[in-house]
Every structure is written in C-alpha cells, then in structure tokens.
C-alpha cells in the first residue's frame, strides 16, 4: 500500500509566474523523502503539485509529468478528488475541522466520501488511525469532546490521524512541525518513522536536522534571485547530502554558509 | 561597567505615585449633576432635564481635569477627560435608544390587551371608538390580521431570499473567484443595498401587475397580494443577505477547506459538510438582521398589499396588513374623528409594541441559536 512517484520535468506557474523549473526526481515507495531549501524556492509548490493542492489557488497550472506507479496524475481525464484520495496531506499549521469531535475529525475522510460505517467499524477506523498517529492514548477517553481542544501537537497527529484513516498510498507533510516544541515535534519525527513501513512519506521541513533524522532522501531546492523560478539543486541519499554533497551550493547551504 | 545602587544612589525614581480614590470620578458625577440642576432651577425658575444634562457634561469635565491635574498630575488629567468624554458620548448614544422603548413600552402596554392581539379591525365603526372614549366600553378592534400578515409576508420574503442570498454569497467566495460574473453580482448586489424601499415595492407591484395583466386581463389591483409585499421586501432582504454571509464565509479559514480538500471531499461536499457548518451561526445572525430591517417596512407593504381590515390567511389572494402598515392606517385615517381618534392612535402604540417586541425576540432568538450552533472550543 505505497506508491512509487516519478517527476519528470516538472514546472510550475501561478499565472504568468514560473514558480518551479525542470524538476526531476523520482521518489520511491515506503521512503521518507525530505525537502529542504530557503523560503520561497519552491519546495511547498512542489509538495502541494503530489496531490494537485496548488489547483486550489486560482491561476496555478502545471506542465510537466506526475506518475504515480506510472500513471499521470496530470493526465487527461484525471480528476483531482481521485488523485486526492490517494494522496495525503498535512498541513503547515494543524487544522482539525472546528465543528467535529475527535473522533467525527478521524473520521471526516471517510464519512464525507459517502462510506457508510457501521458503529464498529468506526470506533475501529478511529482506534486504528489515532493508534497510528501515536494519539490514542492521549485522547480515548474524550472522543467525543472538540478536536479544537487539543494542545497543538495533539491537533497536529489529530490531523495526521484524519489523513491515515482514509488509507491514503503516499503521504504530504508540509512543515508539519514548524508551529510545535520539540517534544511534540519528537512524537510526530517517531510517527513518521513507523509511517513509512506502509507509505511513501513526503516532507517539507526548514530544520536542517529533522530532515536529516527522518528521511531516506533529501532533496534541496534552491533560488537565484527574487523572481526567478526554484530549481531541484540536489537529490540524493540523506548520509550523501549532509555529509559529502556533490553541489557547492547545498554545501554552503546545509552547512549555513549560504547567500 | 553598570552597577547598581552604589554608583547611582541619586536616582531614585519613584514607581508610585498619587492617585485619587476609585469612587472619585461618581462623586465629581453626581456633584455636577446636582450644582447643574441647581443652576438650571436657579436661573431658570424649573428644573431642565436638557440644560441640566449639558451643564453637567461640561462642569463634569472641567471638574475631573481641575481635581486630577491639582492632585495626580497633566498626564492623568488628560486620561481621565477623556475617559469621561468617551463614556458621555456612549451614554449620549443610548438616550434615543431607550428613550423610544420607554415612550413604546409605556404608550403601547397601557394600551395593549388580549383582545387587540386576538381581534381584527372588522365591522369597526366611529361609534365604537367614541363609546370608548366616553368611557362607556371598552377598546374595540385590534391587529391580530395585521400579526398574521407579518408573519406570513415575512416568511414568505424569508422563504425567498435567504436561499437565493446564501447561495449567491457562496458562489461569490466559492466559486466567483475574481471572474465578471462575480464583479458583476458584487456590483449589483452594491446597488441593490442603495434601493429606496418604495421603489422595490413598486417595481414588485409592476411585475405582478404586468404578470395579472397577461394571465386575465382587465383584473386591475389583483396584483395586490402578500405575495407581491414579500417579493418586494425580498428585493431589499437579498443584498442584506448576500453581504452578511459573503463576509461570514471569507472568514472561513482557507485551511479548512484545504484539509478537507486533501482527504479527497469534492468541493461541494466541502462546502455543504464544512464551511456551512462552521459559519452557520453566523449567517443566521446574518439573516436575523435582514429580518429586522425588513419586517418594519411600511412603504413596499402598502404599494403591494394594501390595506387589510380583516384576516387574510392566503398571501396569494386579496389585501393584507402588515403591523407597520396598520400603524400608519390608524394614525392616518383613525376609525372616528375628533376627539376620538385617539382610540386608533392607542391601538397604533399597542401594535408598534408588538413589532419591536418582535423584532427583539427575533435578535434574541438569533443569539441563542448562533450561540448553540457555534463552533466549540471546550476543552
């Protein structure tokens, strides 16, 4: 239950603008894959073009190639709810639906894609997902309180839980720890670390360090200038990019002699 | 190097400082109030509530500064005249407002009784009102088809517009993006809020009218209806409505539909599962408002509806009264001349009572429902 995914020459536009050009990259399946690099090179755009997100912002548009185990998902006749429910995401700052309780927060994905559950097997789907993002310890007593009540790490693996529970093959994280403290920021690094047994895992991070503790691949994103596009730098294994990189600039950059 | 209290023992600010007690500000109040009235009754010869009220205000301010700036220094004085002259204003603020409650509360509910609420104005005659005056029956008519047409004419105006409202303001945010149709609306929708209420009554009398005309021609004045009065209050109900939920929804955090977006929910499903839900106290607050505004009109009921003297259940057939429209008929043309014109004048003031008290329990009921359905944040 993971995806391989293949990007081939992918650039990026929000209207005129070229946000990202020529990426090339291929992610492979059950894999932590991090992406690093300065605000604004184009790492989120990235990210958000795995589940065509970035549509949602009006006048973005792709061109290039997206396969997931070798189907486009740019292809003709691709709707982007399908590709969504494939593919995963959690967001920069953790939004639980305010109107929900915990467990109607898990099971939003579910229930609002017109699965009827039984009484079982929801309080199954809810264990099973909150399990799998380390919080049903913390939250099995107050099910039915506000997700909105929860701290904000808690929301945060609350979220993770909502993206797991409708089974998703790949996994989107943008920033996911960049609103948490270190502790919360541990309980989801070790969440990720057992995520990726089952799916292909996609981060997005300015933490130099977390990139480098949870993921497999690392790939550095860089701009030239203000207004020019975002390049893919460097991809490669996360021991190669932090300890011998082939690119000067991600030397520069990892080791914070950058600009 | 910065050392402390050996090397700087001369500069010993102080943290404190004089202060005057709490209750000052009431005893300087309530003195000029009294040095006020006593000047107005002295140069006057009666007392004046309005020369009183300004020369309290003024005597207050100057007193508050005089005693702060002798006592606790410029800077507080100045904090504290202003403090005054803010809390004056609100206090001047709220004089219209409870002064007309007062008057309508006092006018109204000597007059209003069961029997105005339970009767209509049928067979009503001048002889009926002059008993009444002469102190030999009681008061006859009363306004409950005027009850009954506001309910329904407003219902029927609701039925219409907040649908029509709600979903225009959807497709502004959801869909409109910044596209003509969208500016087009958001324009029109600008204009519309600008109508004189008449106007939209009589632009709903014409089209039905013309309508009329075509259905059975030479059937004059079959045009005016409830319905007609609620299509015209429907006019100046949409625009309210598009606005308020068009604000309440671009507050709907982007985030939100974003994540839901990312589970995989189609849009409308995001739209009707998530943002509703989540602004849905608002709007209806929203669509409380429009109610209030409304549901007083007099002007688009009368061009429409006309006058009603009895019950009218059917808003599709024959006139109807609204109770801001049986206000105006009865101080306009009371039911007996003279002197005893003031029977339809009293039941004008019972009938003006029932429209705020309904227009109050409306907003009322718009609190509590925005309270109960508010997103919760307990934890």
Redesign the interface.
């Known amino acids: 239950m993971s995806k391989q995914i293949d990007i081939k020459d992918l650039n990026i536009y929000y209207g005129d603008f070229q946000a990202v050009e020529g990426v090339e990259m291929q992610i492979k399946p059950r894999s932590v894959t991090a992406f690093i690099g300065p605000s604004g090179c184009g790492k989120s755009t990235v990210l958000r073009t795995l589940?065509r997100?970035h549509e949602?912002i009006?006048g973005a548009s792709v061109r290039g190639e997206v396969l997931m185990d070798g189907s486009d998902i740019y292809g003709a006749g691709v709707d982007p709810?399908?590709?969504?429910?494939?593919v995963?995401?959690v967001?920069q700052?953790a939004?639980?639906?305010?109107?929900m309780s915990i467990k109607e927060n898990v099971l939003?994905?579910v229930r609002?894609?017109n699965k009827r559950l039984s009484k079982a097997e929801a309080d199954d789907l809810t264990e099973r997902a909150l399990r799998g993002a380390n919080l049903w310890n913390e939250v099995k007593d107050r099910l039915n309180?506000?997700g909105?009540?929860l701290s904000g790490g808690q929301q945060q693996r609350l979220?993770i839980a909502?993206?797991i529970a409708?089974e998703p093959e790949v996994l989107l994280m943008d920033e996911p720890c960049s609103a948490l403290d270190p502790i919360s920021t541990l309980a989801i690094e070790d969440l990720i670390n057992d995520l990726k047994d089952k799916y292909t895992v996609v981060i997005v991070t300015h933490n130099m360090q977390q990139a480098a503790r949870v993921s497999d691949k690392t790939a550095f994103f860089n701009i030239a200038g203000t207004g020019k596009p975002g390049k893919l730098i460097e991809f490669n294994d996360t021991s190669v990019i932090f300890s011998n990189p082939e690119k000067e600039e991600t030397e520069n950059y990892i080791s914070g002699r950058f600009g | 190097m910065l050392t402390t209290s050996d090397t700087t023992p001369s500069r010993s600010r102080s943290l404190t400082s004089k202060q005057l007690p709490k209750a000052t500000p009431w005893v300087i109040a309530v003195a000029s109030i009294i040095v006020a009235a006593g000047i107005s009754f002295l140069g006057l010869g009666r007392f004046s509530i309005t020369v009183t009220a300004v020369l309290a205000g003024a005597l207050n301010a100057i007193a508050v500064f005089a005693i702060s700036a002798a006592y606790e220094g410029r800077r507080k004085a100045v904090d504290r005249v202003a403090t005054t002259v803010v809390s004056s204003t609100f206090v001047l603020a709220c004089v219209p407002l409870i002064s007309l409650l007062w008057l309508t509360v006092s006018k109204g509910g000597a007059a209003l009784d069961l029997n105005l609420l339970s009767r209509t104005m049928l067979g009503m005659k001048g002889i009926l009102d002059q008993q009444y005056v002469a102190g030999e029956a009681g008061l006859a008519g009363g306004f409950y088809h005027a009850i009954v047409g506001t309910v329904l004419i407003t219902l029927a105006a609701c039925v219409i517009s907040i649908p029509v409202g709600v979903l225009a303001a959807i497709y502004l945010v959801e869909y409109a993006g910044k596209n003509k149709l969208g500016k087009a609306i958001t324009f029109l929708v600008d204009v519309m809020t600008g109508i004189p209420s008449i106007v939209a009554g009589l632009f709903a009398f014409a089209l039905f009218s013309t309508i009329a005309e075509l259905v059975m021609p030479a059937a004059a004045g079959v045009a005016k209806t409830g319905f007609t009065a609620a299509v015209a209050l429907s006019v100046l109900m949409i625009p309210i409505v598009v606005r308020n939920t068009e604000e309440i929804l671009r507050l709907v955090p982007m985030d939100l539909r974003e994540a839901s977006y990312a589970l995989g929910v189609p849009k409308w499903k995001t739209i009707v599962k998530i943002v509703l839900p989540t602004s849905v106290s608002g709007i209806l607050s929203g669509v409380t408002i429009a109610i209030a505004r409304v549901i007083g009109e007099t002007a688009p009921i009368m061009v429409t509806a006309g006058f009603a003297k009895t019950l009218n259940w059917n808003l599709f057939s024959g006139w109807m009264s609204t109770l801001p429209t049986y206000i105006y008929d009865s101080q306009l043309r009371p039911v007996s001349p003279g002197d005893a014109a003031i029977a339809s004048s009293e039941r004008a003031w019972a009938a003006a009572l029932v429209l705020v008290a309904l227009v109050m329990i409306l907003n009322l009921l718009a609190r509590v429902i925005a309270k109960v359905l508010a997103p919760k944040a307990g934890r």
């Open positions: 589940n997100m949602v009006p709810v399908n590709v969504r429910r494939e995963g995401m967001f700052r939004n639980p639906f305010p109107t939003a994905g609002l894609n309180l506000p909105s009540g979220c909502r993206a409708v």
